[in-house]
């Protein structure tokens, strides 16, 4: 709503937060059903706010405005397929084999699909998943191969997948804490903080013991 308000259109602003315009054009719809109000004049040729919509865009940058997010892990994207596969090229397999793509209308599908789009990478796609476990059980079965991010906390039972990464300008998931800048429980705000923060440099420090090994 707020970048949809700064740049006047659904396509400046999914420019702005990084989603397609079809996803942008979703939210808004599912956001207007949930609050059961109309929020835009569709009459115009480029969607227009309502007056409540001002004043909803009046209380949300209010609300962003107050909260604080502090970053704990970033999460690069990375390409999988089968383990038996020879390629070591994820470009080259991206043109070449089918792919499993991750959910657009999900904000990481969306980030995945503008990396994409950025390297005019024409995909030949197979199916949409909004499932990390599903897409990894589809690329072990070799059925493609998909675009996932490198998990800061791998699982335990992780499958034996080839995993390639897409360089130094692979999209980024950034993980964090946002909590209200005025949250008086500042000491619980840490504690929790630091507890994620830890689990994360254990994971880390397991995964390089294992890869010395």
Not at 13 to 28: E, F, G, L
Not at 85 to 103: H, Q, V, Y
Not at 113 to 124: I, P
């Amino acid at each position: 709503m707020i970048a949809i308000a700064d740049v006047r259109t659904f396509s400046a602003a999914a420019d702005v937060v990084h989603v397609t315009h079809a996803a942008v054009s979703q939210q808004m719809q599912t956001l207007e059903a949930n609050l059961g109000v109309v929020l835009f004049n569709r009459t115009t040729r480029n969607p227009e706010l309502t007056p409540l919509a001002h004043e909803v865009v009046r209380k949300a940058r209010r609300l962003v405005a107050d909260i604080l997010f502090r970053e704990i892990a970033q999460e690069p994207m990375q390409l999988i397929a089968a383990f038996e596969e020879t390629k070591n090229d994820p470009i080259a397999l991206l043109n070449t084999r089918p792919f499993i793509r991750f959910d657009r209308n999900a904000v990481l599908g969306t980030l995945i699909d503008n990396w994409l789009r950025s390297k005019k990478l024409r995909v030949c796609e197979t199916m949409e998943l909004d499932s990390p476990e599903a897409i990894a059980s589809m690329v072990n079965a070799n059925l493609g191969v998909s675009i996932v991010p490198d998990l800061a906390v791998k699982p335990l039972n992780r499958m034996p997948l080839k995993r390639l990464s897409l360089g130094k300008d692979a999209p980024t998931r950034f993980l964090g804490l946002a909590y209200h800048k005025d949250q008086f429980k500042t000491r619980v705000v840490e504690e929790i903080f630091t507890a994620l923060t830890d689990v994360i440099i254990s994971a880390k420090a397991n995964e390089d013991q294992d890869l010395n090994n």
